[in-house]
């Protein structure tokens, strides 16, 4: 794990070629007394280096990381997850998985990601709060917030299309209204005139959105009979008023909030196990990811006050649902197999 985090900054020395620090590297003598050139100076203090003294580096970012960022690519596991745990689960119960209306609905729901992520970038940018975010989507095609917001708005229409196939298909109304509300949870999240994220509602919108409304939503779109996802940006929010709420409570109240929120979801895992709510399969893989939850709290806790380290405890994060929703859904699996078999 050392790996990952970003190694010492080296110490600094003075020029090499100073004479009290390598007398014997000058084989010359020094100039006369009234040289300024021959005067001995006193010894530089040894300096390190910070991460902005890094040179030109840090300031220029290449275009394909900017196009990294932007795509956010690793966010996706939020469509990703939800579907897959929800639909497993309905297998466990029916013995039922439709391949096409999952992929149409995997489609759909990046699609509506795409939405949020856009749209995002453009009420953002119109704030001020990302301005000077060289990775937002508008400032990468030059300020065009236009075309971001037809773009965003093109991918919930396609979107949403998809939905109502897999609605027309699954016929089950819990469908459609648990993904509406979820779509809705979104919308409010950052869109005026609401722009909840600003009072400190974005984390707990988006819990909803993509915990309980999309994976039971996802839930009924197979288990029908008749077939039918903010550390580093703390200071930029909080120039242009955005009350997140790590702005509200601090880094390290945040911190603590995050290892009670990994802690807690393997006691619950553990909880549901022992009631018979979950099968021993998922019990038992979704143990397995224990280490990466250990991770996460233990990466938040000790950076939590570095803005430069912090920004990849969001791909912690993400990493931990995907492998552990993975885990779930394969659990689910493997109990209907164990059922049936």
Not at 145 to 154: E, F, G, M, S, W
């Amino acid at each position: 794990m050392a790996s990952i985090l970003t190694p010492p900054t080296p110490l600094l020395l003075s020029k090499p070629s100073h004479p009290l620090l390598f007398p014997r590297i000058l084989s010359s003598p020094p100039l006369g007394r009234g040289s300024a050139v021959g005067r001995p100076r006193s010894p530089l203090p040894l300096t390190r280096c910070s991460s902005k003294g890094l040179g030109a580096a840090d300031e220029e970012i290449s275009r394909a990381t900017l196009l990294w960022r932007a795509a956010k690519l690793p966010i996706y596991s939020v469509a990703l997850v939800p579907l897959t745990v929800g639909s497993a689960a309905a297998y466990l119960q029916t013995g039922l998985f439709f391949g096409k209306r999952y992929l149409v609905l995997l489609a759909a729901s990046a699609l509506v990601i795409t939405w949020l992520n856009l749209s995002n970038d453009v009420y953002d940018f119109d704030t001020g709060a990302d301005r000077d975010k060289k990775e937002s989507v508008v400032n990468i095609i030059g300020r065009s917030r236009t075309v971001t917001q037809i773009a965003a708005y093109i991918c919930l229409a396609l979107g949403f299309m998809g939905i109502v196939w897999a609605f027309a298909e699954a016929r089950d109304t819990r469908f459609l209204l648990l993904i509406t509300y979820a779509i809705i949870c979104g919308y409010v999240y950052q869109c005026p005139p609401f722009r909840l994220s600003y009072q400190g509602l974005g984390e707990p919108l988006c819990f909803a959105a993509f915990g309980p409304f999309a994976t039971t939503a996802f839930y009924f779109s197979n288990s029908s009979k008749n077939l039918l996802s903010h550390f580093h940006q703390i200071d930029g929010d909080l120039a242009v008023g955005k009350m997140s709420p790590l702005v509200r409570i601090g880094t390290e109240a945040g911190s603590r909030i995050v290892k009670f929120g990994v802690t807690s979801l393997y006691v619950l895992l553990l909880v549901f196990g022992l009631s018979k709510a979950l099968p021993s399969t998922c019990v038992f893989l979704c143990a397995l990811t224990a280490p990466m939850g250990k991770l996460v709290a233990d990466f938040v806790e000790q950076n939590h006050n570095d803005n430069i380290k912090i920004f990849m405890a969001k791909y912690y994060c993400v990493r931990l649902h995907a492998i552990f929703g993975a885990a779930l859904a394969f659990g689910f699996f493997l109990g209907r197999r164990g059922i049936t078999g």
